[in-house]
């Protein structure tokens, strides 16, 4: 997953690369594109994945699952309590 994700990146920067060869560019980047922009979810991801091996270490691959599983339930139920949003019924389904 990680390799997918870096991948992305050498994709935009061949297309700029690419697009800067021609004789009439198409896209005009505005502004200096800084690749440390990835950095803070890359290092999110990278957190998240490490403790997730540590946690389905240290416990068992059934409550691990139902446990990763219960993210949908409980991004709901915060949304809702925090952010005021209201959920239709599919969405509680």
Do not use: H
Request: hydrophobic share 50%; net charge positive.
């Amino acid at each position: 997953m990680f390799l997918g994700e870096f991948s992305c990146l050498g994709v935009f920067y061949l297309l700029v690369w690419r697009d800067r060869r021609r004789p009439e560019p198409s896209t005009a980047l505005a502004q200096p594109f800084n690749p440390l922009l990835f950095l803070p979810p890359a290092l999110c991801d990278m957190t998240g994945t490490s403790i997730m091996y540590v946690a389905l270490n240290m416990t068992s691959a059934s409550s691990f699952q139902m446990l990763r599983g219960s993210v949908v339930i409980f991004t709901g139920l915060l949304s809702v309590a925090f952010l005021g949003r209201k959920l239709e019924l599919s969405q509680w389904l």
